[in-house]
């Protein structure tokens, strides 16, 4: 629920401040990884939840508030176990690789409105995913 409210606002103090080549190289590395699930290839899980990692930290590192990334970095902890468990399982593999390249496609169109709407519906999921292994 904290990642939730911290993370789309965290995303939107930090649109304009990702250097545009960190943001193309985002890119390149989430569009590799959609071409591979279209293609039917798997996914090293570790490799994809250290990028997926990588990518939540950026967002974290260029925010305006020190404080919000304090507050994000003490989450990455939890964030990191349950992201591999999620890539692990490959169920949401291709809907979160899309989400990450909306994610990116607004920061690189610095759409502060959809940029909020995507990383809330990302976190959403991230929820609705650890409540259900929570169920099981």
Same mark, same amino acid.
């Given at each position: 629920?904290?990642?939730?409210?911290? =993370?789309?606002?965290?995303?939107?103090?930090?649109?304009?401040?990702?250097?545009?080549?960190?943001?193309? =190289?985002?890119?390149?590395?989430?569009?590799?990884y959609r071409d591979m699930? =279209?293609?039917?290839?798997?996914?090293?899980?570790?490799?994809?939840?250290?990028?997926?990692?990588?990518?939540?930290?950026?967002?974290?590192?260029?925010?305006?508030?020190?404080?919000?990334?304090?507050?994000?970095?003490?989450?990455?902890?939890?964030?990191?176990?349950?992201? #591999?468990?999620?890539?692990?399982?490959?169920?949401?593999?291709?809907?979160?690789?899309?989400?990450?390249?909306?994610?990116?496609?607004? #920061?690189?169109?610095?759409?502060?409105?959809?940029?909020?709407?995507?990383?809330?519906?990302?976190m959403e999921l991230n929820n609705w995913y650890?409540?259900?292994?929570?169920?099981?």
């Open positions: 629920d904290l990642r939730i409210c911290l =993370e789309p606002l965290a995303a939107v103090s930090a649109i304009g401040n990702i250097p545009e080549a960190q943001l193309d =190289e985002e890119v390149r590395i989430w569009t590799r699930v =279209e293609r039917g290839e798997s996914l090293d899980s570790e490799e994809i939840a250290q990028a997926d990692g990588e990518l939540h930290d950026l967002i974290a590192r260029y925010c305006n508030n020190s404080r919000l990334r304090q507050f994000l970095n003490i989450l990455a902890i939890q964030r990191s176990r349950l992201v #591999f468990i999620m890539w692990r399982s490959q169920k949401f593999n291709s809907e979160v690789i899309q989400q990450h390249l909306r994610i990116l496609d607004c #920061f690189k169109r610095r759409d502060a409105e959809g940029l909020r709407e995507e990383m809330q519906g990302h650890m409540l259900e292994k929570l169920k099981a």
